[in-house]
């Protein structure tokens, strides 16, 4: 029998989540090897293999096509590749897992409101200090085409490894794009964002690829794990493929 796969974040609260959502559905996932284990099952959805892995990781290689269905977050699927939303399809965002994608600019920058400002802020700095300014970020793809679509050129990016947030403090950077879910860490880092600073709206998605071999046997199983899902919770889900 034809089966599809379908990849669940490996730790931590996004792993929770997700295997309470499936639960709710009366789809529940095991874990038989432990925590340790990559491995797991749904007992009452044969066809379907469930294998864990980072929430990043899923949403490469649903691009790629080496996974058939996942849990990831928007953020991370943008991410991944340039034109990475367009390899997949998003079914269903699944209330969870949300925050927001947002340029971050120092509180003392009182004279930038909004993105264009910024603009005339990073060709001022370069013909006053003679660099670009420095945005510290792990979001880099995202970054590059936000700031080319406000028509921002004259920076450089950092690609932040630790705390992003702290980078302007420590003088690494002038200025960030992170995630942020509540603006607490932003605000306690005396940080701001424009008023048209979010670049991403980002929550934890029920992932299709459109890359994995689909012929029609494993199609139809995938239109009955989804409708069993679209069942379950009582509302109509984006068509997969």
């Known amino acids: 029998m034809s089966s599809i796969l379908l990849a669940i974040p490996s730790k931590g609260r996004l792993e929770e989540a997700t295997r309470q959502v499936f639960a709710d559905l009366g789809m529940p996932i095991e ?31 649903l691009i790629a096509g080496n996974i058939d269905v996942g849990v990831t977050g928007e953020d991370l699927v943008h991410e991944a590749a340039e034109r990475g939303i367009n390899q997949v399809e998003l079914a269903k965002s699944l209330g969870f897992g949300g925050a927001d994608v947002v ?3 120092p509180e003392s920058w009182v004279d930038v409101t909004a993105m264009r400002d910024l603009a005339d802020v990073a060709s001022d700095y370069r013909h006053r200090h003679g660099q670009w300014l420095r945005v510290a970020t792990k979001y880099i793809n995202l970054t590059r085409k936000y700031f080319a679509q406000h028509g921002i050129a004259e920076y450089r990016i950092v690609e932040s490894m630790g ?40 929550e934890a998605n029920l992932v ?3 890359n994995a071999d689909w012929p029609a046997d494993r199609i139809a199983v995938l239109e009955t794990f989804l409708d069993k899902i679209e069942k379950g919770l009582g509302e109509k889900i984006t068509e997969a493929l």
Do not use: H, W
Not at 166 to 193: C, F, H, M, R, Y
């Open 31 to 61: 874990r038989p090897g432990g925590a340790r284990s990559y491995l797991g099952e749904m007992a009452d959805f044969p066809e379907v293999t469930v294998r864990f892995l980072s929430a990043s990781e899923i949403a490469r290689e």
């Open 103 to 105: 340029v971050g600019l």
């Open 163 to 202: 705390a992003t947030e702290a980078a302007p403090a420590s003088g690494a950077a002038e200025l960030i794009v992170d995630i942020t879910s509540s603006g607490s860490t932003l605000k306690a880092n005396q940080l701001k964002v424009p008023r048209d600073g979010v670049i991403l709206k980002s």
């Open 208 to 210: 299709v690829s459109r």
